[in-house]
Nanobody
Framework: QVQLVESGGGLVQAGGSLKLSCAVVSGSIFRLNGMGWYRQAPGKQRELVAAITSGGIANYADSVKDRFTISRDNAKNTVFLQMNSLKPEDPAVYYC????????WGQGTQVTVSS
């Protein structure tokens, strides 16, 4: 069973930066699959904000394009999300998962932005 462990969230001022990490405990399937960062704000549906293919090609939601950067380290089964220029609309619980996602979600990591 896949285990996803997110970390790196916290409180940051608007305009600041955070870097999220996700360790994927899944054996050998990590490097073969696309990965994504999803977020869910209170009262809203979970949305995919950044994705990266097994070959390293990244795509972003318009709301985070040019501010967030997704990357992966296949040797360490880890995916990252560098978030710059954080805005008041970015706060949410951030999750990583495969793309498309598996039913096994981690606990996520909370990102809070103060104005």
């Amino acid at each position: 069973q896949v285990q996803l462990v997110e970390s790196g969230g916290g409180l940051v001022q608007a305009g600041g930066s955070l870097k999220l990490s996700c360790a994927v405990v899944s054996g050998s399937i990590f490097r073969l699959n696309g990965m994504g960062w999803y977020r869910q704000a209170p009262g809203k549906q979970r949305e995919l904000v950044a994705a990266i293919t097994s070959g390293g090609i990244a795509n972003y939601a318009d709301s985070v394009k040019d501010r967030f950067t997704i990357s992966r380290d296949n040797a360490k089964n880890t995916v990252f999300l560098q978030m710059n220029s954080l805005k008041p609309e970015d706060p949410a619980v951030y999750y990583c998962n495969f793309v498309p996602p598996t039913p096994s979600w981690g606990q996520g990591t909370q990102v809070t932005v103060s104005s």
